[in-house]
């Protein structure tokens, strides 16, 4: 009798965990949902001009590249300003089109200098601490380089954009290798974005302009790829930007599509999120993705100017939650907003770099119907650059300083979501680190 009742325990047990189970991973396989967003068009603390990467640390606290502003800004996971450093120059506390962010477990952050060719290496208050990297074609020197991360051993992982490699560096930036060259086959790139590892040490490479993504081990062996030229479910339009939830998915920014696509690690798709547009979950042009601890998923909205940060389904609905914020007005969208003329010969592999839709005259697939197969000629008024090689380049994110931001309001065509609350977070003057 005392077997057959532990019997029936050990099964109800089971049976329960199995359930538990089966419900925590469905509960993965939902859509996030919305928490907040702040930030709007501008060039004043809190602000943003064309941000395009995102990192959050190991206690939630969010770093923004605002691109288009020359600037690094440090957020509370509320998104409460906490820090703000940079300016448009080549010195250790200025930028030229900072593009990405990676955290260390130490609290230091390594910036994409895209357009000063390095690495920049800050501490937690925007301190300078060191850089690396010099613009060229021969290993450890960059060509534009965008997208930055770091594994679990602290090896920092570099996608060489317009070299069409991906870098590996010790955190002090000494190179431990590098793999990958031009062309669409198997381990080649076409101006790789944005880069992400798992524990496992894979490497997964958003090669923007093959439109798919490719996976490596750490050696840079080839393991799998998957998605092309696309709209539908499981097809990109220039992916930009990776982060690993969980070790187990792995979230792609389909930034010429506007919406967030959600993988198993082996490449099977699980969903997507968000659209075109400029209310809560809804993206234009996104560019950056980070997670956090806690599972919480940080958005670069770039073409609304602002971060979205999303949570996970709330399974139950007694399930303890975060207070809901309030989204702030996103501007409309600028679709060809340059980020000035060169200052300096741009380098050239053979090639002239191709922007992504949406930037430098380049139609997003909103607003062609349709993707082209090359990019149009600049059509916002701006003159395309001449490199080196003779061919020209589009000036979505070509060198040199911002353009002028708005210091007003946001664009009055502009409105807020229906019943949802405006609110405007004032900026403690005493919290902005000016350099």
């Known amino acids: 009798m005392r077997i057959f009742i532990w019997v029936v325990i050990f099964l109800i047990s089971a049976g329960l965990g199995g359930l538990v189970y089966v419900l925590m991973f469905q509960q993965k396989e939902q859509p996030p949902e919305y928490v907040k967003a702040w930030g709007k068009l501008g060039n004043k603390p809190a602000e943003f001009n064309q941000p395009i990467g995102v990192a959050v640390d190991k206690f939630g606290i969010v770093y923004v590249a605002d691109s288009g502003n020359n600037r690094v800004q440090k957020f509370s996971q509320d998104g409460k300003l906490l820090e703000v450093w940079g300016s448009i120059g080549a010195r250790d506390t200025e930028f030229n089109l900072p593009a990405r962010i990676a955290v260390d477990p130490q609290g230091f952050i390594y910036v994409t200098d895209q357009n000063n060719n390095r690495i920049v290496k800050y501490d937690t208050r925007g301190h300078y601490v060191m850089q690396f990297g010099i613009g060229g074609l021969e290993p450890g020197q960059f060509h534009q380089p965008i997208g930055i991360t770091m594994d679990n051993r602290g090896r920092l992982v570099v996608a060489d954009t317009y070299n069409d490699r991906i870098q590996k560096f010790d955190r002090d930036g000494k190179l431990l290798g590098v793999f990958g060259k031009t062309g669409s086959a198997n381990g080649e790139f ?74 198993k690690l082996d490449g099977a798709r699980v969903l997507n ?55 702030p007005p996103a501007v409309e969208p600028v679709p060809s907003t340059p980020l000035g003329a060169p200052t300096r010969p741009m380098l050239t592999p053979g090639k002239s770099p191709t922007p992504l839709p949406g930037f430098g005259g380049v139609p997003s697939p909103e607003q062609s119907g349709s993707p082209s197969t090359s990019p149009p000629s600049p059509s916002n008024g701006s003159t395309a650059s001449p490199s080196p090689s003779g061919s020209t380049r589009p000036d979505d994110w070509a060198t040199g300083s911002a353009a002028p931001a708005p210091t007003g309001s946001a664009s009055p065509s502009a409105t807020p979501q229906p019943g949802v609350t405006v609110e405007v977070t004032p900026v403690d003057p005493s919290k902005v680190h000016r350099l």
Not at 222 to 246: C, M, T, V, Y
Not at 281 to 306: C, E, L, M, W
């Open 273 to 327: 999120f968000g659209d075109q547009g400029s209310g809560a979950r809804q993206f234009s042009r996104p560019r950056g993705i980070a997670v956090d601890p806690k599972g919480n998923v940080y958005v670069a909205d770039t073409g609304n100017s602002r971060v979205q940060k999303l949570k996970r389904h709330q399974l139950f609905p007694f399930s303890r939650e975060e207070p809901r914020g309030d989204l």
């Open 190 to 263: 076409h101006e790789p974005w944005d880069v992400a590892v798992d524990l496992q040490g894979n490497i997964y490479v958003a090669d923007s302009n093959n439109h798919r993504i490719q996976k490596f081990d750490w050696e840079g062996r080839h393991l799998a790829s998957w998605g092309f030229r696309g709209k539908e479910p499981g097809q990109f339009l220039n992916p930009s930007g990776l982060a690993i939830e969980d070790n187990e998915f792995l979230l792609v920014v389909d930034a010429g599509n506007s919406t967030i696509q959600k993988y």
